[in-house]
């Protein structure tokens, strides 16, 4: 278990550093747009890392909620929705915001469909905290489900 936290610890380093890369590569769309995006580098890049970070997230949570009582799972899983639920509102509202702030830019060329301005609507730490969350409360979840092992200590 200890090198599943060390393992969970730097994976979600590196994908919370590709997500703040979005922010931080994403030109403002109050600038002048530039030749391209460079950040669908980071992407294709860091993809593996964002899978690996949310099975380790799972399987984690998995693993440390197994322990604790039926009703103090539930309690946990409601806990991670409402977080959940608080992100997505919180999230959809940036990004409502930001849309609009890019449809009255004076890029008018950008100033519909996917451009280099998009980026920070969908990467940005608020997307990776409900990412986080979600990935929790399908432990949650799962630790209702009794692994291999302990079906067979069961017989």
């Known amino acids: 278990m200890e090198k599943l936290i060390k393992a969970w610890f730097i994976v979600t380093l590196i994908t919370f550093g590709i997500f703040k890369l979005g922010e931080v590569m ?11 995006n460079v950040y669908w580098i980071v992407l294709l890049i860091g993809w593996p890392f964002l899978l690996l970070f949310i099975w380790i997230t799972v399987r984690m949570t998995r693993r440390v909620t197994a322990s604790v009582r039926p009703i103090g799972r539930v309690v946990l899983g409601l806990g991670s929705l409402i977080m959940a639920g608080i ?33 920070i609507i969908y990467m940005n730490q608020l997307t990776f905290f409900f990412l986080t969350v979600s990935c929790m409360g399908v432990g949650i979840v799962l630790s209702f489900i009794p692994t291999k092992k302990q079906r067979e200590e069961a017989v």
């Open 87 to 119: 992100a997505w509102v919180t999230n959809q509202s940036q990004a409502t915001s930001l849309r609009e702030g890019i449809r009255l830019s004076t890029n008018e060329s950008f100033a519909e469909g996917w451009n280099q301005f998009t980026n």
């Open 26 to 36: 994403t030109t403002p769309y109050s600038e002048t747009p530039n030749e391209g």
